[in-house]
T-cell receptor, first 114, second 110 residues
Framework: NAGVTQTPKFQVLKTGQSMTLQCAQD?????MSWYRQDPGMGLRLIHY???????DQGEVPNGYNVSRSTTEDFPLRLLSAAPSQTSVYFC?????????????FGPGTRLTVL | TQLLEQSPQFLSIQEGENLTVYCNSS?????LQWYRQEPGEGPVLLVT?????EVKKLKRLTFQFGDARKDSSLHITAAQPGDTGLYLC??????????FGKGTKLTVNP
């Protein structure tokens, strides 16, 4: 199993550009989520999905869109990049959202918006 | 909004020393998880505690969940350089979302 994979690993954008961060998992997990990690801020939830076709907003959803057409994939779209979106983005998946469910994280995408 | 406060924010110790990291909240959590994150990688789960007062041990790491399920601690005995990393606590309050603390950055010097 590859686990959770994310592409690209690094990306530099100019203000106003759009892009999609890819996330895929091969563990047949129903729950997937996107976090951003900024220095001194910990991990903050952007969007999450409890299954194919179902998504919901997290703590910091503005400027990001998601969709979940398959169980395996959960892409994150930046519609018009802003310098405030410079961050490290992590995708995570878990079997469910019960107390014992472990979240498996991808290796992250390091995004810089100029 | 549930908040998890971690302390200390930074900790630098010598190999062989003991340390404790704290995770506190005013909210009650149904479960609490501890993760370790190494530079350039995603967080990796260390343990999940569910029951108030629960104590779990993972080799030299001891995790405790407070009786009221509002706080937790991580104690490391005889720290080693391989313990270096960012330690994150994350709480679940039944809303299908995990709330993360800001983390404790631990450096263990040889």
């Amino acid at each position: 199993n590859a686990g959770v994979t994310q592409t690209p690993k690094f990306q530099v954008l100019k203000t106003g550009q759009s892009m999609t961060l890819q996330c895929a998992q091969d563990m047949n997990h129903e729950y997937m989520s996107w976090y951003r990690q900024d220095p001194g801020m910990g991990l903050r939830l952007i969007h999450y999905s409890v299954g194919a076709g179902i998504t919901d907003q997290g703590e910091v959803p503005n400027g990001y869109n998601v969709s979940r057409s398959t169980t395996e994939d959960f892409p994150l779209r930046l519609l018009s990049a802003a310098p405030s979106q410079t961050s490290v983005y992590f995708c995570a998946s878990s079997y469910g959202r019960g107390p014992g469910d472990e979240q498996f994280f991808g290796p992250g995408t390091r995004l810089t918006v100029l | 909004t549930q908040l998890l406060e971690q302390s200390p924010q930074f900790l630098s110790i010598q190999e062989g020393e003991n340390l404790t990291v704290y995770c506190n909240s005013s909210s009650v959590f149904s479960s609490l998880q501890w993760y370790r994150q190494e530079p350039g990688e995603g967080p990796v789960l260390l343990v999940t505690v569910v029951t108030g007062g629960e104590v779990k041990k993972l080799k030299r790491l001891t995790f405790q969940f407070g009786d009221a399920r509002k706080d937790s601690s991580l104690h490391i005995t005889a720290a080693q350089p391989g313990d270096t990393g960012l330690y994150l606590c994350a709480g679940e309050a039944g809303s299908e979302k995990l709330v993360f603390g800001k983390g404790t950055k631990l450096t263990v010097n040889p």
